[in-house]
Nanobody, 127 residues
Framework: VRLVESGGGLVQAGGSLRLSCACS????????LGWFRHAPGKEREGISC????????YYADSVKGLFTIYADNAKNTVYLQMNNLKPEDTAVYYC?????????????????????WGQGTRVTVSS
């Protein structure tokens, strides 16, 4: 299993970024996939995921209406479109697969339900 995030960088407040997570080593459309972020001094936070059953999207309240998750099954890639970024969005962003720890779940924003993680991509939002 391999997850490779990309698309992070430095952006001014109000700007946008699109993160990508290229996946391999598993049957992409059979698993829930999530995006998490880890800011300095804070816990890793689940911000969005797509379900395994019907690719429904779920969001944390902190990003609802601002971020959009979607998957391209042909490319085995999940994306996170982030709009109107704020300095408090500064973090390392990770994608992950909901694996055996969450095997009875169709989706989750809880980090402990996810078993496979990418290396992360850093997003810095300047004020």
């Amino acid at each position: 299993v391999r997850l490779v995030e990309s698309g992070g960088g430095l952006v001014q407040a109000g700007g946008s970024l699109r993160l990508s997570c290229a996946c391999s080593g598993f049957i992409f459309d059979e698993y829930a996939l999530g995006w998490f972020r880890h800011a300095p001094g804070k816990e890793r936070e689940g911000i969005s995921c797509i379900s395994s059953s019907d690719r429904a999207a779920y969001y944390a309240d902190s990003v609802k209406g601002l971020f959009t998750i979607y998957a391209d099954n042909a490319k085995n890639t999940v994306y996170l479109q982030m709009n109107n970024l704020k300095p408090e969005d500064t973090a390392v962003y990770y994608c992950a697969i909901l694996g055996p720890s969450g095997e009875d779940l169709d989706w989750s924003l809880i980090k402990y339900d996810y078993d496979y993680w990418g290396q992360g991509t850093r997003v810095t939002v300047s004020s």
